[in-house]
């Protein structure tokens, strides 16, 4: 039997996971033009070669876009 994965940014669920907490669940987010973009795989800290954002919760704007080629946790905590 095969599940289809939905395609979405968000936590992995790991009891310890570091970036789980600044991770936001997504299926579709707006740039600062407004235009509007779907996320096509599913995003986790596992997961690898990710365009990223960091969204400022005061200013409510984005202010860094990065790209890694390891995993979000190697990027961010290693």
């Not at 690898?48 to 961010?76: I, L, S």
Request: charged fraction near 25%; aromatic fraction near 12%.
């Amino acid at each position: 039997m095969f599940f289809r994965v939905p395609n979405r940014s968000g936590p992995c669920g790991a009891q310890r996971c570091a970036i789980c907490p600044y991770m936001m669940e997504a299926e579709k987010f707006s740039d600062t033009t407004g235009k509007r973009y779907s996320v096509r795989n599913e995003v986790t800290r596992k997961s690898t070669n990710v365009v990223y954002a960091v969204h400022c919760e005061r200013c409510k704007t984005f202010v860094y876009v990065g790209e890694t080629g390891d995993t979000m946790y190697q990027r961010h905590f290693l």
